[in-house]
């Protein structure tokens, strides 16, 4: 499942790059000063707030260390459970306000393209640069999973012209996806781990206290 999910990773990334530059030019083009000026701001300004707001990911991935040195794994998987859902509902939120807007804006036919595709540069954009600041496969593997929601959300709309809640459904699906094989994945190395006798694994995701610090190198 790792291999795959690697083999599929740079494919997205080039996508949501590409994409987001094609959609820059396009919309240039078509005088939408007002939604590339919205979509450069949120980038450079939302990076810090998306970093606070992970903050709670450490008051819940602490005690998880916690109660596994103390023996308590049961609690331990389950603090660390809620964890990942933190994380994953707040990329989902965050990728669904950025699309909802972004359609919202759309009024003729021939925006809807690169209106999309500046949208999915805008919404994994932050959270791909805070993945780049990590060694670890977790944060990779999350953002691999919102990349799969956004670009089934584009299809959904470019193809079925879907209701918002039905494109909404299937993002949620597909995060919910990712959620479960992350909860697998954390609970199989635990249970490698105390055969082991090893450190309880921390689950995959951001290291909001690192990437703040790296945003204000002067402090």
């Given at each position: 499942?790792?291999?795959?999910?690697?083999?599929?990773?740079?494919?997205?990334?080039?996508?949501?790059?590409?994409?987001?530059?094609?959609?820059?030019?396009?919309?240039?083009?078509?005088?939408?000063?007002?939604?590339?000026?919205?979509?450069?701001?949120?980038?450079?300004?939302?990076?810090?707030?998306?970093?606070?707001?992970?903050?709670?990911?450490?008051?819940?991935?602490?005690?998880?260390?916690?109660?596994?040195?103390?023996?308590?794994?049961?609690?331990?998987?389950?603090?660390?459970?809620?964890?990942?859902?933190?994380?994953?509902?707040?990329?989902?939120?965050?990728?669904?306000?950025?699309?909802?807007?972004?359609?919202?804006?759309?009024?003729?036919?021939?925006?809807?393209?690169?209106?999309?595709?500046?949208?999915?540069?805008?919404?994994?954009?932050?959270?791909?640069?805070?993945?780049?600041?990590?060694?670890?496969?977790?944060?990779?593997?999350?953002?691999?999973?919102?990349?799969?929601?956004?670009?089934?959300?584009g299809l959904m709309i470019l193809l079925g012209?879907?209701?918002?809640?039905?494109?909404?459904?299937?993002?949620?699906?597909?995060?919910?996806?990712?959620?479960?094989?992350?909860?697998?994945?954390?609970?199989?190395?635990?249970?490698?781990?105390?055969?082991?006798?090893?450190?309880?694994?921390?689950?995959?995701?951001?290291?909001?206290?690192?990437?703040?610090?790296?945003?204000?190198?002067?402090?």
């Amino acid at each position: 499942m790792i291999a795959f999910v690697r083999s599929l990773m740079l494919p997205l990334m080039i996508l949501n790059v590409v994409g987001a530059i094609v959609a820059m030019v396009w919309l240039v083009i078509l005088d939408q000063w007002v939604t590339l000026g919205i979509g450069i701001a949120l980038l450079l300004f939302t990076t810090l707030a998306l970093c606070l707001a992970l903050m709670p990911w450490l008051f819940l991935a602490a005690p998880a260390a916690l109660l596994y040195d103390k023996g308590q794994r049961v609690l331990a998987l389950l603090f660390g459970g809620l964890a990942l859902l933190y994380v994953y509902g707040l990329i989902t939120a965050w990728c669904v306000a950025v699309l909802w807007y972004s359609m919202e804006r759309v009024t003729i036919a021939n925006l809807l393209i690169p209106t999309f595709l500046w949208s999915f540069g805008v919404a994994i954009g932050p959270w791909a640069y805070i993945a780049s600041k990590e060694d670890g496969l977790g944060s990779s593997f999350t953002i691999f999973f919102a990349q799969v929601g956004y670009v089934t959300t584009g299809l959904m709309i470019l193809l079925g012209h879907p209701s918002f809640s039905d494109v909404m459904g299937a993002f949620i699906v597909v995060m919910s996806i990712g959620l479960i094989i992350s909860l697998i994945f954390v609970g199989e190395t635990s249970r490698r781990a105390s055969i082991s006798d090893s450190e309880f694994v921390i689950p995959p995701s951001f290291d909001a206290s690192t990437l703040t610090s790296d945003l204000h190198p002067g402090e």
